[in-house]
């Protein structure tokens, strides 16, 4: 759900006022009859149009088209030169021209091509012109009166016609290409990416432009379809802030899938990895204090535990917050003096875990937090111990190593699909059934004008 900033609106604008006021008019020239004096000649040239100003703007939403950008009370200055033949007398100046009460309509048509970008295009202009006043200066001022009206009229179809002409070109070679911007895949990593393309053309209604984007992670190695349907959001009619998106359990749950499935979601653990000031060694002197077995059969050997997902992780979402269970079979293994690996023991272990999403810089950041841990044996190579004789010491494995190795990797985030030049401020999170609703205001970077 999109809601228009102020900063771009302006930004656009600005840009409109620069093209506008580059735009070329053509010389004019003509013939016309007065009655008593006969044909009149003349030439208009070297139009320079200094200025074109746009004081009063605003975007409105139209259902089913897109945008509707009208710009009042607009005004425009333009030198030039005038020369004109009446018989035998001929005369020549410069004048100038005030363009005022300048109203401009544009309509955007939004749309998507078939690499799911969005398209903008203009469906229709007017420009509607009241006021033209036109100073001449020159040597016979009754001359001036004979063809000012032929001028006016002239220059306001002329003018009328050209803004729209620049309009389209403006749109065409300056928004379109910006809005190809959009990212409709992002590389996340050396493992996964995110499809971030439309699904369907943008949506205007008479209170928001929704737009409707795949959200799927998927694996750079090989990319396979996702075994379970994206779900429906249901916006709730919050319009606090200028954007909204909108997060589905999908959209994590794919990254979950995608990550399994590139083979990502195994951790390695030895001694080397556990902090100094825990207290222990991972190493089967410490583990014999609860399986006595292990000091006869591997006496003080260093060990390695590898902790693997069977399936993907599988999260939900609900007003409390972000909710999952994850099963993780962590095999421990004894290094031999060969440096080979001996089969300990196979645990599978449970816990409730819950996340604390945010965003920064433009990127869905997480911190996890690990709930008690619970443990079964699946398979044993020492014979049988009370599993429940290691829940402490698992514990303190995972808070110390796993546990900060994900949230480092969640603290760089994910980014969110936005065009190139766009901030997000004043965040809002919050949770609802099978979606996460990020909400913020939106700056627009200008780019430097040279």
């Not at 449970?350 to 690990?370: E, F, M, P, Q, R």
Request: charged share 20%; glycine share 6%.
């Amino acid at each position: 759900c999109f809601s228009s900033s102020p900063a771009a609106h302006q930004q656009g604008i600005a840009i409109l006022e620069k093209e506008l006021a580059q735009l070329k008019l053509p010389d004019i020239s003509g013939d016309f009859r007065i009655r008593h004096v006969g044909k009149v000649h003349y030439e208009i040239s070297r139009l320079d149009l200094r200025s074109f100003n746009l004081p009063y703007s605003r975007i409105s939403l139209v259902p089913n088209v897109g945008l509707q950008v009208s710009i009042s009370n607009a005004f425009a200055e333009v030198d030039g030169n005038w020369r004109v033949k009446i018989y035998f007398i001929r005369d020549h100046g410069s004048f100038g021209l005030k363009v005022e009460n300048v109203y401009i309509k544009i309509n955007l048509k939004l749309g998507s091509n078939a690499a799911g970008k969005p398209t903008i295009d203009t469906s229709d202009c007017s420009t509607r012109i009241s006021k033209v006043r036109v100073y001449f200066w020159g040597k016979f001022g009754w001359l001036y009166n004979l063809f000012y009206g032929a001028v006016e009229s002239r220059f306001r179809d002329i003018l009328e016609s050209k803004v729209c002409e620049n309009v389209v070109t403006s749109v065409r070679g300056e928004l379109q290409p910006y809005l190809q911007t959009l990212p409709v895949t992002a590389r996340i990593d050396d493992k996964a990416g995110i499809d971030y393309s439309l699904v369907a053309p943008p949506t205007a209604t008479a209170q928001s432009l929704d737009v409707d984007l795949k959200g799927e992670f998927f694996s750079l190695a090989h990319r396979s379809t996702v075994p379970f349907p994206p779900l429906a959001l249901a916006f709730p009619p919050d319009h606090d802030r200028m954007v909204y998106f909108g997060a589905s359990s999908y959209f994590f749950n794919t990254a979950g899938f995608a990550y399994h499935a590139a083979g990502a979601l195994v951790f390695e653990i030895t001694d080397s990895t556990i902090p100094k000031d825990t207290g222990f060694r991972l190493n089967t002197s410490t583990f014999s204090a609860f399986i006595p077995q292990l000091e006869k059969m591997y006496p003080d050997m260093p060990m390695k535990l590898r902790l693997s997902a069977p399936s993907a992780p599988f999260l939900n979402i609900g007003p409390e917050g972000l909710l999952l269970k994850p099963v993780v079979d962590i095999q421990a293994y004894a290094i031999l003096p060969s440096s080979s690996l001996a089969p300990l023991f196979l645990l599978s272990l449970t816990s409730n875990v819950s996340a604390v999403i945010d965003v920064k810089s433009g990127h869905i950041v997480g911190n996890l937090t690990v709930g008690r841990l619970r443990l079964s044996l699946k398979h044993s190579d020492v014979g049988t111990f009370q599993v429940r004789m290691l829940q402490s010491l698992m514990n303190t494995i995972a808070s110390f190593t796993l546990l900060p190795r994900l949230n480092e990797r969640l603290a760089e985030g994910f980014p969110l699909p936005l065009p190139d030049r766009i901030q997000l401020s004043n965040i809002l999170v919050r949770f609802h059934q099978n979606f996460l609703l990020l909400g913020a205001d939106v700056r627009y970077q200008p780019r430097e004008w040279r």
